[in-house]
């Protein structure tokens, strides 16, 4: 196995396992955010977590420890930001945060869309913070997620983006309630809502089709 192999590994066991943790804080009603920007240690908590996921997952935290040393070390990347600011979280790919009593499935269903929004490098820290806080007070949609400082092949520009999601897309009520709360946070332009059901196809923007349901 080569380098390269080695380190498309450790990126998928460290995806999975940092999507565990979130999980698991999630359920345990306390999400990493608070833990993290709170400034308050869960080291035992994250090592109990840590070792649930060995039980659970021994051949990829064999591959975790390819990259990192020690479950310290990932500790302390998350302290640091990995995971909870996207500028600082170069791990993965996405941060998501679901509202407190979401399944964590639901935005895989088939009913479920979401809005897209695009946004500067310099503004997406300040802007995530406002939409994460606002799902987690139940205040927004179902759940959001946004890309992160990890490089990604699939990126199409510099912006990064984020989608915030709403149970039903027919609910044409709370999908634009959901868009007026993103206007008083700052996001006036235009933007696209785009059903899971043309995600599921594959199918994606392109010159003469549309593919978004909603625009407001």
């Known amino acids: 196995m080569d380098r390269s192999e080695i380190e498309a590994l450790a990126d998928i066991a460290y995806g999975i396992f940092e999507h565990y943790l979130t999980t698991q804080f999630h359920l345990r009603k306390t999400p990493l955010f608070l833990l993290v920007e709170e400034g308050k240690s869960f080291q035992n908590e994250f090592n109990e977590i840590y070792i649930q996921f060995k039980e659970l997952y021994p051949e990829l935290v064999t591959h975790l420890l390819e990259r990192f040393t020690s479950p310290d070390d990932m500790y302390q990347l998350i302290i640091e930001g990995e995971g909870v600011i996207p500028t600082k979280t170069t791990q993965s790919y996405w941060i998501i945060q679901d509202a407190p009593d979401t399944d964590p499935h639901a935005t895989e269903d088939e009913r479920a869309g979401k809005w897209l929004i695009f946004i500067n490098p310099d503004l997406v820290d300040e802007i995530w913070k406002k939409i994460r806080d606002l799902t987690w007070k139940n205040e ?33 009520e709370e999908v634009m309630q959901v868009r007026e ?25 392109s010159k003469g089709k549309r593919v978004t349901y909603y625009n407001a």
């Open 181 to 205: 709360k993103l206007r008083s946070i700052g996001i006036t332009d235009r933007i696209g809502y785009k059903r899971n059901i043309e995600t599921f196809k594959g199918e994606y923007a």
């Open 140 to 172: 927004l949609g179902i759940s959001a997620k946004v890309s992160t400082a990890k490089k990604n092949p699939d990126s199409r520009d510099y912006r990064k983006v984020m989608y915030v999601y709403t149970a039903d897309w027919e609910n044409e």
